[in-house]
């Protein structure tokens, strides 16, 4: 029993060849190999596994080492296997005890069985798949994890997932080890995931990620729904379109891009800046008392529903779009975008404060009578044109604009017989309100 320090740091070497080490003897059995020193020719250096090979711990602590197993060869680790700043590249099925990446350990792996079959402990390590491949290792988090896929591949985690710490990333693998672009598909196929953490964030900087099917996006839904910070950078994209039936995204950010290839889940927003991308049938809902920019496009399809007492700011968004309110005190910023309709807007105030140059608005009433509506469109040279869908009598609609405002309101049905039209509209007057109103 001994610790065997690799030491052949120039062009690097096979495993096997005694010379490589410091005790000129290869590793075995109850023995320790570590990966310690700095490459003596200014680049990293490999240890080749070509065959079997059987030893206590493997210990992997220079940025500069690079422990690559080729397809014939295969590790049986008793103990503890550790990449702590360096590369392991695994290409065989391996028998590992405790495995662990730390402080910028990368892993590749391209077969199911590269791990073993035991848990892989993150603590500010990544792990990257670089085939079409499925790991089963249950994944814990201790601080930060780096998840990804080679581009080109999905890699399906299947493992229970368990959050003990302050962040995951995905898309992120390289950590300056010149690994694989890491701009693949990652599937999170878990059946179960378990959060002990006091708050952690999710950065999806590249490629994409989605969740398994059915019972396998357990673990993809309570990730993505537990995180304080959900951010998806330019380029890369989010798909939650297995996320269950529904999925909360709190403090959404990023300009990448969100997908809905189910077109069946409900994205529930929180606190969103977001100025990316909605792309599909996607059905979002901001929740009661939140706060929600979204300032990118909203595709073709999407429908957005809102809480009570929210602010939704689409001042800068685009796209084509409807809107739904379950609830009162609703406030409502309206850009260029194309919105296909307004509807649901009955048991509470309404608010729609439009700062454009021109646009159209299309209100389609649903209940029984609105409380009050406010229609305000922006301080300066402005023109909106209205349409109300479904008025009666009992309706109480004020319209209020800045005395240079230009108001064009339609009303109908038409075909509705010419005194409740003239009523409707008498009681939904255009009033004009001055700009201290507002």
Do not use: C
């Not at 990449?83 to 391996?94: F, M, R």
């Not at 706060?291 to 001042?315: C, E, F, K, P, Q």
């Not at 009578?369 to 305000?376: A, R, S, T």
């Amino acid at each position: 029993m001994g610790v065997y320090v690799w030491t052949a740091t120039g062009a690097g070497g096979n495993w096997t060849t005694p010379g490589n080490w410091d005790q000129l003897r290869e590793p075995v059995g109850s023995d320790t190999a570590e990966f310690t020193n700095s490459s003596s020719a200014g680049t990293s250096y490999e240890a080749d596994i070509t065959s079997a090979i059987q030893i206590s711990s493997l210990e992997i602590k220079n940025a500069d080492a690079d422990v690559v197993e080729s397809s014939a060869g295969s590790i049986i680790v008793h103990n503890d296997f550790t990449v702590e700043d360096g590369t392991a590249e695994l290409n065989a099925t391996n028998t590992m005890s405790y495995v662990s990446f730390r402080d910028g350990g990368l892993v590749e792996f391209s077969v199911a069985g590269a791990l073993g079959v035991h848990k892989v402990n993150f603590d500010d390590g990544a792990l990257e798949g670089t085939a079409n491949v499925s790991l089963a290792n249950a994944l814990v988090i201790d601080t930060t994890a780096h998840i990804d896929a080679a581009a080109g591949d999905t890699v399906k985690y299947l493992g229970a997932v368990t959050m003990k710490g302050a962040a995951i990333q995905f898309g992120s693998a390289d950590l300056g080890h010149g690994a694989p672009d890491p701009t693949g598909t990652v599937e999170i196929a878990g059946t179960a995931f378990t959060n002990s953490s006091t708050g952690y964030t999710i950065d999806v900087t590249s490629g994409t990620v989605i969740s398994g099917a059915g019972s396998h996006g357990v673990a993809a839904d309570g990730m993505f729904s537990g995180a304080l910070e959900v951010d998806v950078s330019a380029g890369a994209t989010l798909d939650v379109g297995h996320f269950g039936t529904a999925v909360t995204l709190n403090d959404l950010a990023g300009t990448g891009t969100i997908k809905d290839s189910s077109d069946a889940v409900v994205i529930t927003l929180a606190g969103a800046d977001f100025g990316g991308t909605f792309s599909g049938a996607n059905k979002l809902y901001v929740a009661s008392s939140a706060s929600d920019v979204l300032s990118g496009n909203l595709g073709t399809a999407t429908a957005i529903a809102t809480g009570n007492n929210t602010t939704l700011d689409l001042t800068d968004a685009t796209g084509k779009y409807s809107l739904t309110s379950e609830g009162a005190g609703s406030v409502l910023k309206l850009g260029s975008g194309t919105v296909n309709h307004i509807t649901g807007f009955d048991s509470g105030n309404l608010t729609i404060d439009t700062n454009f140059n021109k646009h159209d608005v299309v209100v389609y009433k649903t209940g029984s009578g609105y409380e009050q509506m406010v229609i305000h469109p922006g301080h300066g040279a402005a023109t909106i044109s209205i349409y109300f869908f479904g008025l009666t009598s009992s309706d109480g609609i004020v319209v209020g604009a800045d005395s240079n405002s230009h108001m064009e309101i339609s009303y109908a049905p038409a075909e509705a017989h010419a005194a409740a039209v003239e009523h409707a509209v008498a009681e939904a007057a255009f009033v004009p309100m001055d700009h201290g109103l507002f």
